[in-house]
């Protein structure tokens, strides 16, 4: 079964271009549903993310720049696992204010 994966864009964004490639990669070992939203879109998640992005959601956690390929490979394949706990935020998941 695919997990969702919510992914925080918006267009000419060469680190969001490159976050793609990375959970297409971590897609062929666990399937993932990639949902995008163009902060562009939409004002409330423009100005939630608009300093931020990418921004990726799995299993609950916002991860935040930078991405880390294995990291987000780790995070993908716990939020797979039915027993993880979902919603919790990771230490790279908020950013500091």
Known sequence: MALEVTLYTKDHCSLCEKLQDDLAWISREQPLRIVSHDIEDDADLYERFRYLVPVVEIGGTLYYP????????????????????????????????
């Open 66 to 97: 930078p991405h880390d390929v294995m990291q987000l490979r780790h995070a993908v394949l716990n939020a797979a696992q039915p027993s993880t706990q979902s919603g919790t935020t990771s230490s790279s998941a908020a950013p500091s204010s």
